[in-house]
């Protein structure tokens, strides 16, 4: 059994050019009646649309949220991504052989050994495990 | 340990990584669960034809809404982060994560905008068994999206399935179902869903007992109840297995995790387990403090954990910097002079490429490959760097799992009273309900301190850490973005909870 996708009212198979409005008649709707599309097809359209449509209109507590979400992609993408989060790589280098070269620098770069802090020698040198009381 | 934290770039840009996905964590784990429990509700509405049940769906739904529309997006600034805080990791693992978080992007649009219209503009507009259909592809496809993010993550506590490229300073994918299925993306993935499922079943159960105990909506609480218990019982159960499964494979890949956890400084064999204590915060590797100022421990639990044999070794804190011998354990300084032979000969290599000497390049190259492994080590100054902060690593273990332990039995008692048919005399259980909500938020975020802070210092275990992989920008710029991203959310987090109170107290459709 096919999936019922919409309750849509059964109407008798016709060409689609019978659906077409006057105005649309051109490019469009002679493409589409060359292609043979069913008005099952265009029917189907029509009330995904209308879902779509109807659904947006009759939203409650939606409309505040969308409100909301406007407002959050705002903030996002046009003051957090264009003025505070550049993509760094992305702006000071040209090309990718320049980034991975930048990169490749900064890993092939040896850091000092225990800056500041010495490196306790005599704790290294305990490696038959550490026999301390308890844990 | 705080006085250990030096508020530098890196750290400013982790914390900042932190607020960010724990902000995000507090809208995913809703979603990831809510959507099963209302594919739930709707199933029961099919079956029966009931029409309570049927709005009983509708208003969890509502609520499932808001939390998404308020979450949405939340995520999109961890990218951000990686590109500006995080430059040189992003290009590092841009190869690996590209193809997880396209298919994420594809799916998430497919799956979830098509069928969300039709879940929320659709009831008595398409069939009853399409509009159930659309809510379970809902369902599937959130915690589809969720799969993409944690393989992702999986991949950066155990790096599988990839080469480094030298030449192009990346790590390169060789093969895409190694990733995908690797034990921790597969562990990720179950722990962090199955956490969601528990933290919405008690969501659920909160909201519908504070309408006990308002004796509102009754029937519709006591039906919501009953699936979010079972649901909830059932979640909270494989939460815990999951768990042991999370810890059985850190003891495989990331001891020094385990250790930190456990607050276990020198490996024993049959290794205890802490039930509850304090630590003591001035313990550094290799002295001879006291790891706990008090504790309770239960002996050999650890390496039934860990090893599934009671009377196994565990290495600890100490076993792990400094080595062990007797155990086969490589210490730290051994690992870090192999780090280092690993970044001098990359340099090395760098070098002769650039003055086109072929010989020396392709042999520094061998040489570079033979020690790769250990390529982060060398980026380390000295052993006790590979120590994690153990305080908040413990801590945060334990309070995930007293947590996670006390939801199941919550869980079971609203179940008990439900098919006792008692449960609107227990008003007692009501506030407990809404508590454990509460610390089932929590520990959720303990959760992921855990699996983060408890790798540290590695952005990519063994192979990057966080000082490398970070951008080289003033923390003035990340300051100025933590507080300004801390504000931006706070405001989102109060919105969201003043419209879904505002819901709550409007209640769902009564059914005449």
Same mark, same amino acid.
């Given at each position: ?53 109807? /659904? ?5 507590? /939606? ?65 038959? /495990? ?6 | ?21 724990? #902000? ?221 499964? *999370? ?40 002295? #001879? ?87 982060? =080590? ?51 259980? =009501? ?37 490398? *992989? ?24 109060? *919105? ?17």
């Amino acid at each position: 059994m096919p999936i019922n996708y919409c309750q849509i009212p059964k109407t008798p198979k016709k060409k689609l050019s019978a659906l077409i409005p006057k105005k649309l008649e051109g490019g469009l709707a002679i493409l589409l009646r060359q292609s043979g599309v069913e008005v099952k097809a265009w029917s189907l359209f029509k009330s995904t649309f209308s879902l779509y449509r109807d /659904g947006f209109r009759s939203m409650g507590i /939606g409309k505040t949220l969308w409100k909301i979400i406007a407002v959050k992609l705002v903030i996002i993408f046009l003051v957090f991504k264009l003025f505070l989060f550049p993509d760094v790589l992305q702006k000071a280098f040209e090309t990718d052989g320049q980034r991975s070269e930048h990169v490749a620098s900064i890993l092939a770069h040896m850091p000092p050994k225990c800056p500041g802090n010495p490196c306790r020698k005599d704790m290294l040198n305990k490696s038959q /495990g550490f026999p301390l009381k308890r844990r | 340990m705080i006085e250990h934290f030096d508020l530098g770039t890196v750290n400013w840009a982790r914390a900042q990584f932190a607020l960010t996905a724990m #902000y995000h964590w507090i809208f995913v784990p809703l979603t990831l669960g809510l959507t099963f429990l209302c594919a739930f509700f709707e199933t029961i509405y099919v079956k029966t034809g009931k029409e309570e049940w049927k709005e009983l769906a509708k208003f969890w739904m509502k609520l499932f809404g808001i939390n998404f529309a308020i979450g949405v997006a939340t995520g999109i600034i961890l990218e951000f982060e990686f590109g500006t805080n995080w430059a040189n990791y992003s290009w590092m693992v841009g190869d690996i994560f590209g193809a997880p978080l396209a298919i994420e992007g594809i799916a998430a649009f497919f799956l979830e905008a098509t069928f969300f219209a039709v879940m929320f503009f659709g009831w008595d507009r398409v069939s009853k068994g399409f509009h159930l259909f659309s809510t379970w592809m809902v369902a599937i496809g959130s915690n589809l999206s969720a799969l993409w993010i944690l393989v992702a993550n999986g991949w950066m506590q155990f790096p599988t399935g990839m080469t480094f490229n030298p030449d192009t300073a990346r790590f390169e994918m060789q093969n895409f179902f190694d990733v995908v299925l690797s034990p921790y993306a597969i562990s990720k993935f179950t722990h962090a869903t199955t956490s969601g499922f528990a933290l919405s079943s008690l969501f659920v159960i909160a909201i519908s007992s504070y309408y006990l105990a308002k004796k509102r909506h009754v029937l519709m609480a006591k039906r919501s109840i009953a699936v979010a218990a079972v649901f909830g019982l059932v979640s909270s159960l494989m939460l815990a297995f999951t768990g042991d499964e *999370a810890a059985f494979i850190d003891a495989k890949h990331q001891p020094m995790k385990l250790a930190a956890m456990e607050g276990l400084w020198n490996g024993q064999t049959a290794a205890p387990i802490v039930a509850f204590g304090l630590v003591n915060g001035m313990k550094e590797p290799g002295d #001879y403090n006291e790891p706990f100022i008090f504790e309770f421990h239960v002996p050999g639990i650890l390496s039934l954990l860990a090893n599934r044999k009671i009377d196994s070794f565990v290495p600890g804190i100490n076993d792990l910097v400094f080595g062990n011998k007797n155990q086969g354990i490589t210490g730290a300084a051994e690992k870090i002079e192999k780090g280092r032979l690993a970044v001098k000969y990359l340099a090395e290599y760098k070098e002769a490429q650039k003055s086109g000497d072929l010989a020396r390049a392709s042999s520094a190259l061998n040489r570079f490959n033979l020690h790769k492994s250990y390529l982060g =080590y060398g980026h380390l100054q000295a052993p006790k760097d590979i120590v994690p902060p153990v305080s908040i690593t413990f801590y945060s273990f334990h309070i995930m799992v007293a947590v996670g332990t006390g939801m199941i039995l919550i869980f079971f008692l609203y179940l008990a009273f439900t098919a006792r048919g008692t449960l609107e005399k227990q008003t007692w259980l =009501y506030p407990l309900g809404f508590i454990f909500f509460l610390l089932a938020f929590m520990a959720g975020e303990a959760g992921w301190v855990v699996a983060e802070v408890g790798r540290q210092p590695w952005a990519i275990q063994d192979l990057l850490p966080v000082t490398v *992989a970070r951008t080289d920008i003033p923390s003035s710029n990340v300051k100025l973005t933590f507080f300004m991203f801390f504000v931006t959310f706070t405001l989102l987090l109060i *919105a969201e909870v003043r419209i879904m109170l505002k819901q709550i107290q409007i209640g769902p459709k009564e059914v005449k």
